[in-house]
């Protein structure tokens, strides 16, 4: 069957709800078929032009088909490189792995490991939870409520997320949840400074406590912002006190970087915040410069495992490399961490005055150019930990009424009440006030369509 590629969005919607599985998820959404795309800027089928902050669920760090990316990957069609090695080197490999360890904190640089995994964050976070159960003998994972770490037997069993395992049996055993630093929706009831302060008192005890019915961890995981959780930062002295008590107990700490990394929260890495050294870090999305590429870096100390103890065909993805290498120079040569961080603070502030007359926005947060709006329904009483109930139904309307204006977000979080706004981190002062005037927008029409109902 040949597609006319002049065909309309609905054309083209409807081809692919016939063909394609019953799991697809952004389309349900996001109803629109692609054109083309460049910069922050995507354009419709039908000729309708986007701001995407959406940006491949934050793979897009330099936006669509940025010039050194798309000048990367000529170059290694020019130059007649392989394209497909499995695990066997090239130079664009280990310019890669040059570039990546150049911006590592230089005690993990100076005795790092990596591990290329398949194509996806999901992939490379098996590989983690396999190295350290090989490293240190021991099968138990400390997770934590709202994490996202992937969709696969594994992942899916140390991610928050109960709707997809619902159906599926036999995931992996020994995932223990911990109270995460939710502030808005404290899970102690009590909100504010005492949420981090004691999320970390219960952790340390309970790692402690020989009645606590949980085995000696293999490893501690958690995103230093929670993405698909709502896009929730953890407050800086949690971060270092995970790490305190990982350390102190001998206990290896993976920080998932794959929606946080390169440069999506203000540094280059999220931990950098905190000032901490991880013993693993797993990297996706952003990595490979908007091609598939998934690795693990690891403290040298762990590389205890054997040859082929973790394989998968697509490891050698060299046109991945080369494009990260390439994204990875160009972040770093233009110090988009610290444009990310002024241009995430100025859609805050917008955000936040937007707040101020607006109710059913419950709270606005993240960190540089990952943000999450929370909608709540304030005419509801406040819960015992000082949160709204949810309204999961003004959040997709929310996203829906962007949509007719020109732009992309994605809902997520609890209940899917959170707007999360991913944009690319070439975005300029123009375009986050444009895009904060349209959310202003899109909320007055979702709220006036909520009445009318």
């Not at 669509?64 to 090239?90: F, G, R, W, Y």
């Given at each position: 069957?040949s597609i006319d590629t002049a065909a309309t969005n609905d054309a083209l919607l409807n081809t692919q709800s016939n063909r394609e599985s019953n799991a697809r998820s952004y389309p349900r959404r996001i109803p629109i078929a692609i054109n083309k795309a460049e910069g922050i800027h995507i354009t419709d089928m039908?000729?309708?032009?986007?701001?995407?902050?959406?940006?491949?669920?934050?793979?897009?760090?330099?936006?669509?088909?940025?010039?050194?990316?798309?000048?990367?990957?000529?170059?290694?069609?020019?130059?007649?490189?392989?394209?497909?090695?499995?695990?066997?080197?090239?130079?664009?490999?280990?310019?890669?792995?040059?570039?990546?360890?150049?911006?590592?904190?230089?005690?993990?640089?100076?005795?790092?490991?990596?591990?290329?995994?398949?194509?996806?964050?999901?992939?490379?976070?098996?590989?983690?939870?396999?190295?350290?159960?090989?490293?240190?003998?021991?099968?138990?994972?400390?997770?934590?409520?709202?994490?996202?770490?992937?969709?696969?037997?594994?992942?899916?069993?140390?991610?928050?997320?109960?709707?997809?395992?619902?159906?599926?049996?036999?995931?992996?055993?020994?995932?223990?949840?911990?109270?995460?630093?939710?502030?808005?929706?404290?899970?102690?009831?009590?909100?504010?400074?005492?949420?981090?302060?004691?999320?970390?008192?219960?952790?340390?005890?309970?790692?402690?406590?020989?009645?606590?019915?949980?085995?000696?961890?293999?490893?501690?995981?958690?995103?230093?912002?929670?993405?698909?959780?709502?896009?929730?930062?953890?407050?800086?002295?949690?971060?270092?006190?995970?790490?305190?008590?990982?350390?102190?107990?001998?206990?290896?700490?993976?920080?998932?970087?794959?929606?946080?990394?390169?440069?999506?929260?203000?540094?280059?890495?999220?931990?950098?915040?905190?000032?901490?050294?991880?013993?693993?870090?797993?990297?996706?999305?952003?990595?490979?410069?908007?091609?598939?590429?998934?690795?693990?870096?690891?403290?040298?100390?762990?590389?205890?495992?054997?040859?082929?103890?973790?394989?998968?065909?697509?490891?050698?993805?060299?046109?991945?490399?080369?494009?990260?290498?390439?994204?990875?120079?160009?972040?770093?040569?233009?110090?988009?961490?610290?444009?990310?961080?002024?241009?995430?603070?100025?859609?805050?502030?917008?955000?936040?005055?937007?707040?101020?007359?607006?109710?059913?926005?419950?709270?606005?947060?993240?960190?540089?150019?990952?943000?999450?709006?929370?909608?709540?329904?304030?005419?509801?009483?406040?819960?015992?930990?000082?949160?709204?109930?949810?309204?999961?139904?003004?959040?997709?309307?929310?996203?829906?009424?962007?949509?007719?204006?020109?732009?992309?977000?994605?809902?997520?979080?609890?209940?899917?009440?959170?707007?999360?706004?991913?944009?690319?981190?070439?975005?300029?002062?123009?375009?986050?006030?444009?895009?904060?005037?349209?959310?202003?927008?899109?909320?007055?029409?979702?709220?006036?369509?909520?009445?009318?109902?």
């Amino acid at each position: 069957m040949s597609i006319d590629t002049a065909a309309t969005n609905d054309a083209l919607l409807n081809t692919q709800s016939n063909r394609e599985s019953n799991a697809r998820s952004y389309p349900r959404r996001i109803p629109i078929a692609i054109n083309k795309a460049e910069g922050i800027h995507i354009t419709d089928m039908n000729g309708k032009t986007y701001y995407d902050c959406l940006a491949g669920a934050g793979t897009l760090a330099l936006g669509h088909n940025h010039p050194v990316v798309i000048e990367a990957m000529k170059t290694v069609l020019d130059a007649q490189n392989p394209l497909h090695t499995l695990d066997i080197t090239t130079p664009v490999k280990e310019n890669f792995v040059s570039e990546l360890y150049s911006n590592l904190p230089e005690p993990l640089a100076s005795k790092a490991k990596i591990q290329f995994c398949g194509p996806t964050g999901g992939d490379a976070i098996e590989a983690a939870l396999k190295l350290v159960k090989t490293a240190t003998g021991h099968r138990s994972i400390i997770t934590f409520h709202g994490g996202y770490h992937g969709s696969t037997h594994a992942t899916m069993s140390i991610s928050g997320t109960r709707g997809p395992k619902e159906k599926v049996n036999g995931l992996m055993p020994d995932a223990n949840f911990m109270p995460y630093p939710y502030k808005y929706r404290c899970p102690f009831g009590l909100g504010g400074k005492q949420t981090h302060q004691v999320s970390i008192q219960y952790i340390e005890n309970m790692l402690d406590d020989p009645e606590s019915g949980i085995l000696p961890p293999a490893a501690m995981i958690f995103e230093v912002v929670q993405g698909e959780g709502g896009s929730i930062p953890a407050d800086i002295e949690w971060v270092k006190e995970m790490r305190r008590i990982t350390k102190e107990r001998g206990i290896p700490l993976i920080i998932d970087e794959i929606q946080t990394g390169i440069g999506r929260t203000g540094k280059f890495f999220a931990f950098e915040h905190a000032d901490i050294v991880p013993d693993v870090i797993v990297l996706s999305k952003a990595i490979g410069g908007s091609l598939p590429l998934s690795v693990v870096v690891y403290d040298e100390s762990l590389d205890q495992w054997e040859p082929g103890a973790h394989i998968g065909t697509f490891r050698g993805n060299q046109m991945a490399m080369a494009a990260g290498t390439a994204t990875m120079k160009y972040i770093k040569d233009h110090n988009l961490m610290r444009h990310a961080a002024e241009m995430g603070e100025r859609l805050m502030g917008s955000l936040l005055q937007l707040q101020d007359y607006t109710p059913e926005i419950g709270e606005v947060r993240g960190r540089g150019l990952m943000i999450g709006m929370e909608m709540v329904q304030p005419e509801f009483n406040r819960a015992k930990n000082g949160s709204h109930p949810a309204n999961p139904n003004l959040a997709s309307k929310i996203q829906s009424e962007s949509l007719k204006r020109g732009l992309i977000v994605e809902v997520g979080g609890r209940h899917g009440c959170v707007i999360r706004i991913l944009p690319p981190l070439i975005i300029t002062k123009e375009q986050v006030d444009e895009v904060a005037s349209i959310l202003k927008n899109a909320i007055k029409e979702a709220k006036l369509a909520g009445v009318s109902e």
